[in-house]
Each structure stands twice: as structure tokens, then as C-alpha cells.
């Protein structure tokens, strides 16, 4: 896993004033992943921002802000692919 994104900090710093948004919830999916992770080689996380984040946004906007296009399905496919198919990803080949 890599370094968590802006996104994921900033989640922890939401999370302790109480509030529930996007990233306050990555940054519980990866503390809870992580601890459970321990007992369960199978248990991944990979952090959605990596496959599309606000830098993708400029080049590849989505059509209705919420939903990508062929195009941007195309990058996050390719994007998942690298680290989960990879000979320690969650299903090497």
C-alpha cells in the first residue's frame, strides 16, 4: 500500500470533529483494513484516489460529476491492474 493520499488525511482530521464524509470514511476503511489485515492475507485496500483522483479530473472530467466515461474506465481499469495483478498484489499472476 502506498502513502495515504491528501484525501486520507485529511479524513482523519474530519473523523475527530465528528463529521462523516468521503474521507473520514477512506481513512477508517484503511485503519480498519490494516488492523484486520493482520490475521487476513487476503484483506487488501487500495485506495480509490489512486485510480482517479482530482488531478485526473482536468483531463478526464466526469460527465455528470459523479459517473466516469469510457475513457476514465479505461485509466482506473489500467490503474487497478498494475498493483492487483502484480507478483505481491491480491491476485498475482
Known sequence: ????????????A??????????AIRSELV???AQRSEDDPHLHY???CELYGDA????LPLPDQLHPDAATHRLIGERFAKPAF???GAWPR
Not at 485526473?56 to 483531463?59: H, I, N, Q
Request: glycine share 12%; net charge negative.
Open 14 to 23: 474530519e473523523r475527530a470533529a465528528g463529521k462523516l464524509t468521503l474521507g
Open 1 to 12: 500500500m502506498t502513502e495515504p493520499s491528501a484525501q486520507l488525511q485529511a479524513g482523519v
Open 56 to 59: 485526473d479530473y482536468a483531463e
Open 46 to 48: 487500495l485506495d480509490g
Open 31 to 33: 485503519r480498519i483494513v
Open 86 to 88: 502484480n507478483a505481491d
